[in-house]
Structures are given as structure tokens and as C-alpha cells.
């Protein structure tokens, strides 16, 4: 098969916003600008990509797609990015789950795991 995972498109009312937003909190950098559109990889070679892009239609429901991470420290790790602007949302967990969900500033949900120890 020759298929290469190029990238995710999230959709941004500020895609410039949320796209250095997620640089910040993954430690990626910025590969390419554009007026309407951000992409921003773990390194200018690396691959998959995020790349944001202009809608100005607001979320409205849950996800059907997010990303799961893995931290080394879990409590940290939700700290730093409360820190930065995500907050903690409900989707429907017990409470018991050994993940966080949380949100980006435009609401887009993620879950930071439990290590693995």
C-alpha cells in the first residue's frame, strides 16, 4: 500500500489561535501559515500534522474523533494545560475512569491516560 498519513484538519473560528495553542501545549512547532489556515507538526520533517482551518460554524456537540495522550505524569500534565487555557468537560464519564478529558479553548475535547507504570 503506499499511503501516507499526511495530517488531521480541526476546524477553528481562529484557527491561528488554536493551532499555536496546540503547538505550545504538544511542544510542535509551525510549518505553514496562511490567512485562513495553520499546520503545525512535532518537526518542520515530521508526520502526521495538525492543520487548522477557518469555520466560523460553532462547535456544537461532542467529538466523534479525539486524540488520547499519554503523559509521564498525569496530575502535571492536566495542570499545565488547565494552565494554558483547556478545561476539564463531562461527556459522560463515571468518575472512576483513569483518564482526564479535557478541552481545548474552542472546546474540542482530548484525554490525557494514565501512565503506564
Known amino acids: 500500500m503506499d499511503l501516507t498519513w499526511e495530517q488531521i484538519v480541526v476546524d477553528a473560528a481562529d484557527p491561528h489561535a488554536l493551532g499555536r495553542w496546540w503547538a505550545e501545549a504538544l511542544g510542535w512547532v509551525v510549518v505553514d501559515e496562511s490567512k485562513d489556515e495553520i499546520e ?5 520533517d515530521s508526520l502526521p500534522g495538525l492543520l487548522f482551518g477557518r469555520n466560523p460554524n460553532a462547535k456544537s456537540v461532542k467529538n466523534r474523533l479525539h486524540p488520547d495522550f499519554r503523559p509521564v ?6 495542570a499545565r494545560l488547565l494552565d494554558l487555557g483547556a478545561r476539564r468537560v463531562e461527556v459522560g464519564q463515571s468518575g472512576d475512569e483513569p483518564w ?3 478541552a481545548d479553548p474552542e472546546g474540542n475535547e482530548f484525554c490525557l491516560l ?4
Open 40 to 44: 503545525i507538526r512535532e518537526s518542520p
Open 100 to 102: 482526564v478529558v479535557l
Open 73 to 78: 505524569d498525569q496530575a502535571a500534565e492536566v
Open 114 to 117: 494514565s501512565s503506564r507504570r
